[in-house]
């Protein structure tokens, strides 16, 4: 049963007349006679009373009449519901990032929303180190990582460039220096997070090429807890430049410059390579790409080659 049936179907019952039917489907009048005769033999019933000349439906014909006209309208609303997910009057994207990764998506979301009010959006939090395979496993569209992923299956893209600091509490006596050596860091007492990261591994890699001892005397969970921590006093932190841009402004906290620690880091958007992306995710990119080319470094939009 196909719905071409179903809509000649509902011509000849709607207009009660074959030869109308015909007219209303711009077909041949025994066209529809066979179209019905292949209906009745698929479904084993009569559907129009053969005495009546009028189209008068049978039982049977009464009750398909009310599953086609259901199953025609679903058509159409499946037909809409399509269009605005295209004219992106509604949909929903599902990104993941971790909590740092999370502040870069802040001025694009707002922006996004801005253009696409319709559109939900979910950003999932995720370790960074399982974001691939959250995008991989299909549970979120586009994903945002402070390292460069080496599944070939995953795309990315360069869309900020951000830097380590090494940040310190106003009243340290480091914070009106301007720009230390790494060894001058052997005797501070470091706020660490305690996830690890490539990056942190790459600091503690430093440390010990320049023979220096990195002193990691507190581990807290979130950056959020690092800020705070050494704001009051408790030590120093390296941490990502746009962590620490309010507390820098405020004066909450100082930068120290520390050229052996001057570390790149570049956020990217991850997507699988294959895939066909929803209108809304695909959206979501064409905002990225219009955001770096109108603000500038350190935002950008630079597509990675393939692993």
Avoid: W
């Avoid at 008068?56 to 009449?65: K, P, Y």
């Avoid at 294959?274 to 630079?302: I, M, N, R, T």
């Amino acid at each position: 049963m196909e719905l071409v049936q179903l809509e000649t179907f509902l011509a000849v019952a709607e207009e009660r007349s074959f030869s109308r039917a015909a007219a209303r489907l711009h077909r041949t009048q025994p066209a529809v006679s066979q179209a019905i005769a292949k209906l009745e033999q698929e479904l084993g019933e009569v559907l129009f009373e053969r005495t009546s000349r009028d189209g008068t439906l049978t039982d049977a014909g009464e009750v398909l009449r009310e599953y086609a006209l259901k199953l025609i309208n679903l058509r159409t609303e499946a037909s809409g519901a399509l269009t605005e997910l295209r004219e992106l009057h509604r949909g929903r994207l599902n990104l993941a990032a971790n909590e740092y990764t999370c502040l870069y998506l802040l001025p694009l979301l707002d922006q996004y929303r801005r253009q696409n009010p319709h559109i939900k959006l979910a950003v999932q939090r995720a370790l960074a180190s399982r974001i691939s395979d959250e995008v991989l496993m299909h549970s979120v569209e586009i994903g945002v990582l402070s390292f460069r992923p080496d599944d070939p299956q995953v795309k990315s893209v360069v869309v900020y460039r951000d830097e380590l600091a090494f940040v310190v509490n106003p009243s340290h006596p480091l914070a009106k220096v301007g720009e230390v050596s790494i060894r001058q860091l052997g005797g501070q007492n470091f706020i660490a997070h305690n996830i690890p990261s490539p990056q942190r591994q790459k600091v503690i890699q430093t440390f010990n090429r320049h023979k220096t001892r990195l002193q990691m005397g507190v581990e807290l969970p979130s950056l959020e807890a690092i800020k705070r921590f050494v704001a009051m006093g408790n030590g120093v932190a390296l941490v990502p430049g746009l962590t620490v841009s309010t507390e820098l402004e405020n004066g909450s906290l100082v930068r120290v410059k520390v050229p052996e620690l001057q570390m790149e880091r570049k956020l990217r958007l991850v997507h699988r390579r294959q895939a066909s992306l929803s209108h809304a995710a695909v959206a979501f990119l064409k905002v990225v790409e219009a955001y770096a080319a109108e603000h500038g470094d350190p935002f950008c939009f630079q597509a990675e080659r393939g692993v």
